[in-house]
């Protein structure tokens, strides 16, 4: 039991997906993993452990933003042992040539800030994904059938941005998506010794300003989770 994890010891499997909301990580441990158990409930954050075909996994909300999911890692990682974290989340396409329901797979993940920059200081760390997770993880897409995009995102520290000038600058850089966690996962990981990746369904459009309906995300979620399952266990 850690100050944020409730779990025991042995609770947690070495191969954990961190979707942000907890509800989320409930729908997809229940729809996914046989045997689902729920392992946390401290302050609302659900964490639930199952095992996916014979491979046992673990299902922890990470809440929003990077200073949440560092606390989340940090505990995974130092007392539960977790190797494989994979970000399954939302975010928001920033090119034209990314559509709704596409998945993107976070090869980098550009910041303006992350909790590690006062261990980095003067240092642009650059974050990255592990190549045998995004590599699996894009073979495991298009045997699905479903379109994704491999390339850099853009990790985000304020969800109501005023920085249109900033974000001209992603688009302009390629950036493919934004989203407000994958940076600091990735230098974690780093840190630590373990695999990473962000696996990220487009909900909504910041060219156009379209955006999935409610009804039509779980089906576009799903395969989210199932890619990054496979890419786990490939």
Known sequence: MTIHIGAAPGDIAETVLLPGDPYR??????????????????????????TWKGNRVSIQGSGMGMPSLSIYVNEL????????????GSCGGMQEHVGLRDVILAMTASSVSTPSATIL???????CADWTLLAAAARAAEGRGVAAHV???YSSDVFYDERPDLNEQMVRH???GVEMEAAELYTLAARHGCRALAVLTVSDHLLDGTALPSAERERSFGDMVEIALEA???
Request: proline residues 4%; glycine residues 12%.
């Open 151 to 153: 390339g850099g995102i």
């Open 25 to 50: 990580a409930k729908w997809a441990a229940e729809t996914f993993l046989s045997d689902p158990r729920q392992v946390n409930d401290v302050r609302g954050m659900l964490g639930f452990t199952g």
């Open 121 to 127: 200081r003067e240092l642009n760390f650059a974050p």
């Open 232 to 234: 786990a266990f490939a």
């Open 174 to 176: 390629g950036i493919l």
């Open 77 to 88: 990682i130092r007392d539960y042992g977790a190797k494989t974290l994979l970000r399954i």
